[in-house]
């Protein structure tokens, strides 16, 4: 087997459990969302399931990471390794995210959002899971269409700037509240935390790019 064959070797079955990977992560956006749709609609008791699943999701995330840091570790003739690592890195910092999110929440149980507050957290979640879920559509887009995968890696850039744009709305918004300072900290540091997800996601996208471009015959 040539160095070029042993390259593209490592580079398929890397892309293929990075796929794997991007699918988790998604899921863990996806209950993410949940769980914070719960707590506008003021639904109590089920907050404790929802931070056991984004834990469970975020392990699962980060046992297939050290699958693929493995693999790249070892693949030593591979092209674009860096790239495939900060793929990989900055997928998986979606997961410890969407967890640290769920802590955020542990200190806004009792704190029941108003109508306002539920509109900028609506806008926060529609663009960060616009930008995850692109995100990994390009990553399965990698194998087969390296062009669609930099189409749709672009189309993150923009779920991104949506959710900079709705992230800093959102901060004006609670420096113009009369919160309670405790209450307004931690709805900070959420929101940052939410704006934060979408700016990995973009990272990712990023790096999709990369790869993907250099991909195309």
Request: with cysteine; aromatic share 6%.
């Amino acid at each position: 087997m040539t160095l070029e064959r042993a390259g593209n070797r490592a580079e398929y079955k890397a892309i293929a459990i990075a796929q794997d990977h991007a699918g988790v992560v998604l899921q863990a956006a996806k209950a993410l969302r949940v769980m914070i749709e719960d707590w506008m609609e003021g639904k109590k008791g089920r907050h404790r399931d929802h931070f056991n699943k984004l834990a469970k999701l975020e392990r699962k995330a980060d046992s297939i990471k050290r699958v693929i840091l493995d693999e790249l570790s070892v693949a030593e003739t591979m092209l674009r390794r860096s790239d495939y690592f900060r793929l990989v890195m900055r997928t998986d910092d979606i997961a410890d995210l969407c967890e640290a999110s769920a802590w955020d929440l542990s200190g806004l149980e009792e704190f029941q959002p108003d109508k306002k507050t539920r509109g900028h957290f609506k806008a926060m979640l529609d663009a960060l899971s616009d930008a995850v879920y692109k995100m990994r559509q390009a990553i399965l887009f990698l194998k087969q269409n390296s062009d669609k995968a930099v189409e749709m890696a672009m189309e993150v850039d923009s779920a991104e700037r949506d959710a900079d744009a709705a992230h800093r709305k959102f901060g004006q918004f609670l420096y113009q509240s009369n919160l309670d300072i405790k209450v307004l900290l931690r709805l900070k540091d959420l929101g940052q935390h939410l704006e934060e997800i979408a700016d990995a996601a973009e990272d990712a996208a990023d790096a999709v790019r990369i790869i993907a471009i250099a991909r195309i015959p």
